[in-house]
């Protein structure tokens, strides 16, 4: 069977543990996808370096190379911040006794839809955010797919989970 990112697993580590997950950042050498993520983030940041950078965790076995990748990014782009959303994320915040173990490496955690609180980490106008919504309304209605948030400056986005 081929290792993908979408069905990982990793004997020696357990996404279970957040201190697996701490190591794993330190150590992004060590992950089976350092080459793939070296190559696709150095070509994606070589023009600028992002002042914000977000990532989308939605699956138990896509968090141990995830937080390697925060690893590399936090290695690659040391002043950006970090913010992490997706299923996994929502579901770890909706847990009543959730404590952040990941404080100092992801700057920001989103629960749910991100959009709203990602314009906010942003510090974008409440006008982009009506103008988003109505185009992304649009472009349901005709079929065209939701808006790139790529366009927006200095911030990259990156889904390699696909």
């Not at 290792?3 to 990982?8: D, H, I, K, T």
């Not at 190591?23 to 992950?31: A, F, G, K, L, V």
């Not at 959730?98 to 955690?109: A, E, K, S």
């Given at each position: 069977?081929?290792?993908?990112?979408?069905?990982?697993q990793d004997f020696s580590l357990s996404p279970l543990r957040s201190s697996d997950?701490?190591?794993?950042?330190?150590?992004?050498?060590?992950?089976?996808?350092?080459?793939?993520f070296m190559e696709r983030l150095s070509a994606v940041f070589e023009d600028k370096e992002p002042s914000v950078v977000g990532i989308s965790l939605n699956y138990l076995s896509q968090a141990i190379p995830t937080f390697s990748m925060i690893?590399?990014?936090?290695?690659?782009?040391?002043d950006a911040r970090l913010v992490l959303g997706g299923g996994l994320v929502t579901s770890w915040l909706s847990?009543?006794?959730?404590?952040?173990?990941?404080?100092?490496?992801?700057?920001?955690?989103?629960?749910?839809?991100?959009e709203d609180p990602l314009l906010d980490i942003l510090g974008l106008p409440t006008c982009l955010r009506v103008l988003s919504s109505l185009t992304a309304r649009q472009a349901a209605a005709?079929?065209?797919?939701?808006?790139?948030?790529?366009?927006?400056?200095?911030?990259?986005?990156?889904?390699p989970f696909q």
């Open positions: 069977m081929a290792v993908g990112l979408a069905n990982y997950l701490i190591r794993t950042s330190e150590q992004p050498e060590t992950s089976p996808f350092y080459g793939y690893g590399l990014i936090k290695k690659l782009c040391p847990n009543p006794g959730w404590r952040n173990p990941f404080d100092g490496l992801v700057d920001n955690m989103v629960a749910g839809p991100g005709t079929g065209a797919g939701a808006p790139s948030a790529r366009r927006r400056p200095r911030v990259v986005s990156i889904l």
